[in-house]
């Protein structure tokens, strides 16, 4: 009861912190921040799925991409204010996941992972060909009404509503029957299926929900950035990036997800700035013993109370 | 005569994608596991045969077993020195399956950084004095090194085949796809076994890369598309299953071909997508039916 009223005391004051730091920090910083809440939010919200059921939904960045076109294309061809464009935006996201969903959620393991990647790059593909997104030419949205420090702060402040509002989704669901539900899934789907849960429904329910925050993460960032175009919304490696954030930090746990994001994009800030040329191989590197020492992420180290020994000790479970 | 020289050309290129995804489904069916760096491992392929062309001046032709030969060696060493460090947790439920793929990406990532290191990020290509020749038949032009390079991607499958069926290792490699506890009892070194999978999976992305690198130019950030390829043949040709891949493969090169034709060349990637997603949902066992190394 004391460590869990000390975890919420330590939450308050880094949310204080996050609230306050923009005001002292510079555009840079707060434009770096602004990229992390991203992230976060990006990564807390596959964690919905992936941290609970066990499924990893390798093209979730397909959400990511539909998002930020549905928020432009119905901001610039429809008038739409933004914020009315941005939920639109989330909830066809919502919408498409849940029809999807259904048939692509029979399956399991890497064969989920792949059917996603292929949705992504299917939808990549054609987002590339059709007129409305204005194909490879990309999407210029409307400038933001702001003078530029306050669009700087106005974009900190959504980006981390949005990774605040997908974490309190996320920790609702870890204790709602929801998150039972898909815990069970993971240990044992036929066992869950036995004793009466519904299991396509959860699982449906889950990405779909996931889906949903991922959207608003691309709305968000089209009307941050400016300019999309298929390659960049869609690229797989955004997916990629956070889901090594999720394992990396803890996947099934809160605040994991969201140390992944921080840590990730921290390092890979400072690596590109003082080793441009080997930025790649340097997260590459640290990608691979992440794996292969602490493959439960961050969170698990903390709760091992940081201890080698249990480092030394993945390394012998791993190994056949 | 246009449908004609489509299929031909679909076929053709069709069996350098089977050569591509071979590797690819034999170590995803053996170990499970899910190998992101397979397109990392094709380029360097390309690259050898580069090198050795542009510095030795070599046959593009004969560098493929050099390349082969230097790629079975990076895998062996990859397996023995990371991948078996995760292998263990590809047996639990949860996402212990997907260690190894995130790890295969982290180590793609470094050895593109290699090459970039090395050859540059710049577009490369081998041209040879015989490059530019075809035969002209019936209507139909055929460039002589797509035949070439059709013809070694279907002789090294079938001496991935051959091998498989006729020598101790590679009946060992089925033994552990048939029944892993039952192969272990009767003293199959599941490590060893592992490493040698890998380490001919490589080799195969080696000529893969080899033969690439004839057709097409190439950079180490286009490992991507050949991934991608190898995705979906595997899932078309049924997971380990040899001839599923090279089947699969041709089947692709056709859908391709007749797709950038007929529906337009933008498509044509996008298809190849929906086809995956379908056939994922509708017909997980692949298109041929059973798995060909079980």
């Known amino acids: 009861m004391i460590e869990k009223r000390k975890n919420i005391l330590l939450f308050g004051i880094l949310i204080l912190a996050l609230v306050f730091f923009p005001f002292l920090a510079t555009n840079y910083w707060i434009r770096l921040f602004t990229g992390i809440f991203m992230y976060g939010t990006l990564a807390q919200a596959t964690n919905i799925l992936m941290g609970f059921s066990g499924l990893v939904p390798f093209g979730n960045v397909v959400f990511f991409g539909i998002g930020a076109y549905f928020t432009g294309i119905t901001m610039l061809s429809l008038g739409f204010p933004f914020f009315i464009a941005l939920i639109l935006g989330g909830s066809v996201c919502f919408v498409f996941a849940f029809v999807v969903g259904h048939p692509v959620l029979k399956l399991k393991g890497h064969y989920f992972a792949i059917a996603t990647m292929g949705i992504s790059e299917a939808i990549k593909q054609i987002a590339t060909n059709v007129k409305i997104t204005r194909g490879g030419m990309g999407l210029n949205l409307p400038l933001v009404p702001l003078e530029v420090n306050a669009s700087y702060l106005f974009f900190y402040f959504l980006m981390f509503s949005a990774m605040i509002l997908v974490t309190i989704a996320t920790f609702w669901i870890s204790k709602n029957r929801v998150g039972y539900a898909l815990r069970a899934i993971m240990s044992n789907e036929d066992g869950a299926k036995s004793i009466g849960i519904n299991t396509p429904h959860y699982k449906v329910l889950a990405w779909a929900i996931s889906a949903f925050f991922t959207g608003l993460a691309g709305g968000i960032f089209a009307y941050w950035y400016g300019y999309i175009d298929p390659p960049s919304v869609f690229d797989i490696g955004i997916s990629v990036r956070f889901i090594i954030m999720i394992l990396l930090g803890g996947a099934g746990t809160i605040i994991g997800p969201l140390l992944g994001a921080f840590f990730i994009e921290l390092l890979s800030e400072t690596v590109w700035s003082q080793f441009l040329f080997i930025h790649l191989g340097v997260l590459g590197a640290i990608i691979v013993l992440v794996v292969i020492f602490m493959p439960k992420g961050f969170v698990w180290f903390y709760r091992q109370k940081f201890s080698l020994e249990a480092l030394m000790e993945n390394v012998r479970k791993g190994k056949l | ?294």
């Open chain 2, 1 to 294: 005569m246009l449908i004609l020289q489509v299929l031909i050309n679909g076929i053709l290129i069709g069996g350098l994608y089977g050569c591509v995804a071979v590797g690819f489904s034999l170590v995803w069916g053996v170990s499970n596991i899910i190998n992101l760096s397979h397109g990392i491992f094709i380029m360097l392929g390309a690259y050898i045969t580069f090198w050795l062309f542009t510095l030795f001046h070599i046959d593009p032709f004969l560098s493929i077993p050099i390349s082969a030969a230097i790629l079975f060696l990076v895998g062996y060493l990859v397996q023995k020195f990371l991948l078996n460090y995760v292998v263990g947790y590809t047996q639990q439920s949860g996402f212990g399956v997907f260690l190894s793929l995130i790890l295969t990406f982290g180590l793609a990532r470094v050895l593109e950084n290699l090459m970039v290191g090395i050859w540059s990020g710049d577009w490369r290509s081998v041209t040879t004095t015989y490059s530019g020749l075809s035969l002209h038949l019936a209507g139909v032009s055929i460039p002589y090194i797509r035949i070439a390079v059709f013809g070694v991607a279907l002789f090294s499958a079938g001496l991935l085949s051959i091998f498989l069926y006729r020598s101790r290792a590679g009946m060992a490699i089925r033994a552990i796809t048939f029944n892993t506890v039952g192969a272990q009892i009767v003293g199959i070194e599941l490590d060893r076994i592992y490493n040698i999978t890998f380490a001919l999976g490589a080799a195969l992305a080696g000529i893969a890369g080899s033969l690439v690198s004839l057709i097409y130019s190439f950079s180490p950030f286009l490992s991507t598309p050949y991934l991608s390829w190898a995705f979906v043949i595997v899932v078309m040709g049924g997971l380990g299953s040899i001839y599923g891949a090279i089947a699969g493969g041709i089947l692709l090169g056709i859908i391709e071909s007749v797709a950038s034709v007929y529906v337009g060349p933008g498509y044509q990637q996008a298809i190849g997508f929906i086809i995956l997603v379908l056939l994922l949902v509708f017909r997980p066992q692949g298109l041929f039916g059973k798995k060909f190394l079980k």
